[in-house]
């Protein structure tokens, strides 16, 4: 029964990938390419590719991708639920409890301990992304030559606009895919 | 806030054109949400949304995903969790299907790989306008441990890439431990 298989195996990727993003990469690749050989290695790097390129969670996108190809849209369908199921039981939990007992000093305090810490990881993630795109995945260098400049100017342009008018974050990186487009065909990188 | 099905359509695509858009996936969606549900709506309050993320951080699965049921879960109880997970996991599923189909056209598409450039720039925008918002939040409260811990949690994460869940569970531990300490000392909360 391919379904339940799909199902199963997107089950375990979504309840094991704890950390999210790139923490259910080895997770995937052991459920998909060694145990049940629904993709090749080849197959699943280049996923890898496209879901960097795609918006949505790395798994979720592998669960549509193999899904569609093992067993058409129900298994895409089957394979996304199976990804998310876990999710959803042990984060309404966790919700439910938030709810129940957020106003308690002890976990006020834990909270009040974790809320800059998130601040500091989401700062962490965002400088990671700027990195990748200001030197386009090459190593940082101090070489003016090394740096994408188009990039640097989308930041800080994207950046203004965002502080100064409030601009809605969709615009603004529509804007820059579009302005990217032209600038990087005109310098003809 | 009246939950019609005016405001259910609202939280539908809100969540639908935020996953939409959540290039690099983890983190990138956090912003996004905030920016559209504390900020522009007022459904949610800041404190709050720091809270969910942690949370959603913490549990397994994709953080987009948690952090959509724990936001729908927050404004409308479990259908408010069904519409925002729906509305999350819509938008990938749709691309990636159309993808499959024609993957090969898709992966060596100069023009697609130049779009995406760009819009990874503007992406690192709309993280860094965010962060400058929180973390001046954080340094306006003027308090030593929160300070600390936020700039602690940065080198920890950006410099010497620590486990983002070892440096939740450390500043958990640090959290408690501040406010037992203070109520040993007779001041309520930390």
Known sequence: MIYLELFWSFFQIGLFSVGGGYAAMPIIEHQVVELHSWMTMQEFVDIITISQMTPGPIAVNSA????????????????TLGCIFPSCIIVLTLAWVYSRYRNLSVVQGVLGGLRPAV???????????LVLSLWNGAAVSLNPADLDWVSLLLFVGALFALRRWKLNPIYAMLACGGIGLVLYLLIGA | MKKDFAFYRKLFTSTFSLSAF?????YVIIPLMRKKFVEQYHWIEEEEMLDLTAIA??????????ASILIGYRLAGLVGAMVTVVGTVL????????????YTAFQSSLIVKLVLRGMQAGVAAVIADVTLSMGWDVLKGKKWLPILIMFASFLAAAVFHVNVM??????AVIGLLATLHDERNGKAGA
């Open chain 2, 166 to 171: 070892v440096i939740i569970l450390i500043c």
């Open chain 1, 119 to 129: 601040v500091a990881m989401i700062a962490s993630a965002g400088l990671s992304i």
């Open chain 2, 57 to 66: 951080q913490s549990a397994p699965g994709a953080i987009a995903v948690n």
């Open chain 2, 22 to 26: 959540t290039f690099g996936g983890g």
């Open chain 2, 91 to 102: 938008p990938p599923l749709i691309i990636l299907s159309l993808i499959s189909l024609a």
């Open chain 1, 64 to 79: 549509t991708f193999v899904g569609i190809q093992i067993a058409g849209l129900p298994g895409a369908i089957i394979a």
